[in-house]
């Protein structure tokens, strides 16, 4: 006998299915306890199942809601269940996949693709063939449903539907679904191609022997009435672009002219889903040749779609002007990722040029962060600038001219989104307009729309480099002096956009804006009082990058008070589990850094709150892994905040941080972050360690011998930021050391010679790895030297880019000492050498006799007439450097 429900358990079951509905919050949570409780009888899934497929008298949402509680099961529960639990839902889900009811066929579906993603398709042989055989239905619900379900499970285990394990089924559901791409019915080819495109990207080799007929099968459909047919067709060519671009070229004049149709589709969703294909064809080699017959008819189509809709204008509330008085939302407020210091030794923060805000003003409209039309249009005419440059001014110049002096705002704003676009790939061509368009574009700073001036903001930052590369009274300072004023718009969106934009314009400017100090700092210290708390996490990012900028000449005491008591006074508000922490952390390290011993008032509490930040997330991981059913983990970005901010502090106050690392047990929680298995709290740990090494040496000394195998460990490229930072540091301590460093060299040498030696590895790394064996070099000369033909030609290459600096300088110490240990060591490489020395511009007096002593040794040895055979290999101009500095 099948098995049947009791009659009161069932009752029970359609009793708690209503009151789970139900808004009260209290009768919910006596629902999830009870669902909970049930969950210990075998035979629970059961009725949860036959309510979904079999009581047909109740209502379609209860009916439902059952499915999805199984589903939940299903994914916490489902190895325990009795296997014939399982086979009774497996069976009901076949016998109901074509139910009456478009949304129970939507819940089976769901709850199908859950237990495929259990792993089952193993355990369930007949599932396939049997979803296989409904396609052929008569029934369309039948037929319906079976694809739903299969649409989903492509969805969710693209990979296993691959697999060998299962015999790749893929090999006969490819074809299979082709064949429905010319269905009669819309919502079936819809499936059919929505199946086939979850393998467009992974190339999966079932598909890629289809894919002529496919392309065919798509071009049947280009014409097709159903909306969603047609968005379908579209995300599958953009996808092919990307994949198999040799396969649309033959086609690609057809595919052009019916992407540049559907571009302006009525409907919105088909439109963005085309317009994405500007975006995908501008990444491909051919672009330029195949696209530029068309580029004269798609930029308008690109710029009609860049005016906000009418939808757009309602949910931005473009008709609002002042609304610095409400409070925002927190939903509005998106979570901000915290980027960790990196060293590099050219210039500490090398690596750090970001900008935190973000620098597409496509991305302008927050409360419609949801990827548009509008947004997809201006991202591809930026692309498409970058494609074909200055062709494309000759176009958009007279749509300019007509747009940007526009009486209706919509129009005129859609012209300053152009322009901005722009800014990056046709640069040169604008630039004899620019004296023209920037007044213009400064004056419509004022619009009496917000949206006009918001988009304002952000069109002039992108043109930035130039305002900051003309006489300053001509452009900057009036630039400077309306974008301040917008800083303090009554409108949040304008507040916004010109704090991003000042953060672009400080970041171009640098040390320029060194004379409007007073100014600067007055309204950003001025916006304090004004901005609700998104913008004020902006503002943050604005007050770190003009610390960052403009460095120590931050330092004057009436700046000083300006800036650090309402900064003290956030810091002094926020509770210790508070994110705003974040920005603010960040902030304060790039103060601290900048005013160095300006800062000194203000260290002591902000140095105790970091280490304490840092103490508590460790206690509280602690607590976690002890006992992890009582203690959540914590949220580890609050120690590698602290981290960096202390970081900055012994950065900006050097040696007076001495006092405040002594009376604290920083190197005892550094000793345990160093070992955390998260990458981002080692990066900022290494580097807190290699900057109290430069502060305070005499307070790292003592832990060296339990840090040096931590730093040995984590030399793996395999973490680029980890590694960066960890070799920087035993640079440093190196130099601390002196012939100390003796017991660790070993350790350490090998893997930075791994690192060095690597193909692949980056930039920044390779310089730091040259520099730390070269500090190494000197102050163990013996310890390296014997393997200086390991990696001399890479060392004189990773470095004779940098610029002259005290890092490099300690690092060529290192390498001639070494050669004065193992001559033969640099013999096969020695031009490389040569090159190297002359990238010095102006090498110290003793470094300089050190680099005549080594060529004149060498020129000696192998005599006059051999240096002559070996200089003949030198560049000419290397050939010069070295006659005129060194006179060999």
Sequence with gaps: MAWQPEETGLRQILQLLKESQSPDTATQRAVQQRLEELNRYPDFNNYLIFVLTKLKTEDDPTRSLSGLILKNNVRAHFE???????????????????????????????????IVAKGELRNWPELLPHLCQCLESEDYNICEGAFGALQKICEDNAETLDSDAVNRPLNILIPKFLQFFRHQSPKIRSHAIACVNQFIISRTQALMVHIDTFIQNLFFLAKDEDTEVRKNVCRALVMLVEVRMDRLVPHIAQIIEYMMERTQDNDDGVALESCEFWLSLAEQPVCREVLAPYIDRLLPILVKGMKYSEIDI??????????????????????????????????QEGAEGE??????????????????????????????????????????????????????????????????????????????????????????????????????????????????????????????????????DGNKRVQEAACSAFATLEEEACTE??????????????????????????????????????????????????????????????KDEDKDLFPLLECLSSVATALQSGFLP?????????????????????????QPDQYDPPDKDF???????????????????????????????????????????????????????????????????DFMPILAANLNPEFISVCNNATWAIGEISIKMGADMQPSVTMVLGPLVDIINRSNTPKTLLENTAITIGRLGL??????????????????TSLRNIRDNEEKDSAFRGVCLMIGVNPAGVVQDFIFFCDAIASWMHPKPD??????????????????????????????????????????
């Excluded at 060194?514 to 913008?535: C, D, M, R, W």
């Excluded at 004057?556 to 003290?568: A, C, E, R, S």
């Excluded at 930040?613 to 976690?624: D, F, G, I, K, M």
């Design 847 to 888: 470094l300089k006799e050190m680099f005549y002593k080594i060529l004149h040794g060498f020129k000696t040895q192998v005599g006059e007439e051999n240096w002559g055979k070996f200089s003949d290999q030198f560049p000419q101009p290397l050939r010069e450097r070295l006659a005129t500095n060194y006179g060999v």
């Design 779 to 796: 102050v163990c000369p013996q310890d390296v030297a014997p393997h200086l033909h390991q990696f001399i030609r890479q060392w004189c």
């Design 639 to 705: 120690m590698i905040v602290a981290l960096d901010l202390l970081s900055g502090l012994a950065e900006g106050l050097e040696h007076h941080i001495e006092t405040l690392v002594g009376n604290s047990n920083i190197l005892k929680l550094l000793y345990q972050c160093m070992q955390d298995p998260m990458p981002e709290v080692r990066q900022s740990s290494f580097a807190l360690l290699g900057d109290l090494t430069k502060a305070c040496f005499q307070h790292v000394r003592p832990c060296i011998a």
């Design 80 to 114: 325990k269940f009795p296997p014939e639990v399982t086979n009774f839902i497996k069976q009901e889900c076949l016998n109901n996949i074509g139910d009456q009811s478009p949304l129970i066929r939507a819940t089976i579906g769901i709850l199908v693709t859950t």
């Design 355 to 488: 900008d935190e805000g973000s620098d597409d003003g496509f991305d302008d409209d927050d409360s419609l962060s949801d990827w548009n039309l509008r947004k997809c249009s201006a991202a591809a005419l930026d692309v498409l600038a970058n494609v074909f440059h200055e062709d494309v001014l000759p176009v958009l110049l007279p749509i300019l001219k007509e747009t940007l002096f526009h009486a209706d705002w919509e129009i005129k704003e859609s012209g300053i989104l152009v322009l901005g676009a722009i800014a990056e790939g046709c640069m040169n061509g604008m630039v004899p307009h620019l004296p023209e368009l920037v007044p213009y574009l400064i004056t419509c700073l004022g619009d009496r729309k917000a949206l006009v001036r918001s988009i304002t903001c952000w069109t002039l930052s992108r043109y930035a480099h130039w305002v900051v590369g003309q006489p300053h009274d001509l452009y900057l300072k009036p630039l400077m002096t309306e974008l301040l004023k917008r800083v303090l």
């Design 602 to 626: 203000y260290c002591e509490p902000v140095y105790r709150r970091c280490v304490h930040l840092v103490e508590q997330t460790l206690n509280q991981n602690y607590a976690n892994l002890s």
């Design 513 to 574: 804006l060194v004379p409007y100090l007073g100014f600067i700092l007055e309204t950003l210290v001025f916006a304090f009082s004004k901005y609700q708390h998104k913008n004020l996490l902006i503002l943050y990012d604005a007050i770190g990058t003009l610390a960052d900028s403009v460095g120590h000449h931050l330092n004057k005491p009436d700046y000083v008070n300006l800036l650090m008591p309402p900064l003290i006074q956030k810091w002094n508000q926020l």
């Design 314 to 347: 309602i949910l931005l509330k473009g008709d609002v002007e002042e609304d610095e008085m409400i409070p925002d939302k927190e939903s509005d407020i998106k979570p901000r990722f915290h980027k960790s210091r990196t060293h590099s030794q050219k210039y």
